[in-house]
């Protein structure tokens, strides 16, 4: 007759591997992936009748980036660290220079002072398909940047508090008196040819 070797008890494998990797998954840290914050418009009306917009030359800054990640705001080929000055300066425009944007006295709900001056600047961004990402990312924070210093300073004259501090009613005057108008166009592959 034969000896039986002892068979190996795995009746709590299962139960320890199942310990495992639960430790694992509460002691382990995925990454977190942060975006673009972006406010959509709201969907237009599906009655509402398209209307062919006309914007004046004056009102639009073209800011382009190219494949070797260079920086042209309108006509200037300007380093990253300029662009939100000079978008600062495009949209406030400060001595009213006719090169600059116009602005249309609108009525401001809420406001205390009933209108205000608002600044009809577009900021058009278009870029290279060849763009890095680090120099996407990095004007498109210059250009917030240029709008948030705006309305900062806006509400630091009107309401004595940065942006932030402000409740949400106030802060809604602040984006009617400044807005942020950014249009992206389609990136473009400049060194192909067709």
């Not at 004056?58 to 300029?82: E, F, H, P, T």
């Not at 009107?158 to 501090?165: G, I, L, R």
């Amino acid at each position: 007759m034969a000896k039986k070797t002892p068979a190996i008890n795995s009746s709590s494998t299962a139960d320890i591997a199942f310990l495992l990797l639960c430790y694992f998954l509460m002691t382990t840290t995925m990454g977190s992936h942060f975006g673009l914050s972006r406010r959509l418009p709201p969907m237009p009306d599906p009655n509402q009748k398209v209307e062919d917009q006309k914007v004046n030359r004056r009102n639009i800054i073209v800011v382009k980036i190219n494949s070797a990640d260079r920086i042209l705001a309108g006509s200037d080929a300007i380093d990253v660290s300029q662009l939100k000055d000079k978008i600062k300066e495009f949209l406030s425009n400060p001595a009213n220079d006719p090169n600059l944007p116009e602005k249309e006295v609108k009525e401001i709900e809420g406001y205390s002072r009933g209108t205000y001056p608002v600044s009809k600047g577009v900021i058009s961004l278009q870029n290279d398909r060849g763009t890095s990402y680090q120099a996407y990312i990095a004007v498109q924070n210059e250009l917030v940047k240029a709008v948030n210093e705006l309305r900062d300073e806006f509400s630091m004259r009107e309401f004595s508090k940065v942006y932030s501090a402000l409740t949400e009613d106030e802060q809604k005057i602040v984006r009617d008196c400044i807005p942020q108008n950014i249009s992206e166009a389609e990136p473009k592959d400049v060194g192909r040819r067709r």
